[in-house]
Nanobody
């Protein structure tokens, strides 16, 4: 079955950097767009970033543009989210997801989801 497993979350201070990873199995990874979403307590799940099948195109939420970078390694079936200049408002559970749709930014466009990894940014 399809599995997406996130790792790399943790507790950091404002201004620090963190990289979270998502290892995929059970699917043809290079055929899927991959995305990162986050959900803070009491809030809806929100789009963070997405990357096309080949990695040639990336998309970002305005709130993270210029600070976060999404990338993928199709040989390792892994997608990454490099987060720089972290802010307390970035605190959330971060989820990776797989979509068959190009440039997918809505949660409903994603068919497979990981369990999430907690990122906490202290002020």
């Amino acid at each position: 079955q399809v599995q997406l497993v996130e790792s790399g979350g943790g507790l950091v201070q404002a201004g620090d950097s963190l990289r979270v990873s998502c290892a995929a199995s059970g699917l043809t990874f290079s055929s899927y767009s991959m995305g990162w979403f986050r959900q803070a307590p009491g809030k809806d799940r929100e789009f963070v970033a997405a990357i096309s099948w080949s990695g040639s195109s990336t998309f970002y939420a305005d709130s993270v543009k210029g600070r976060f970078t999404i990338s993928r390694d199709n040989a390792k079936n892994t997608v990454y989210l490099q987060m720089n200049s972290l802010k307390p408002e970035d605190t959330a559970v971060y989820y990776c997801a797989a979509s068959g749709t190009y440039a997918a930014t809505g949660p409903h466009q994603y068919v497979y989801w990981g369990q999430g990894t907690q990122v906490t940014v202290s002020s």
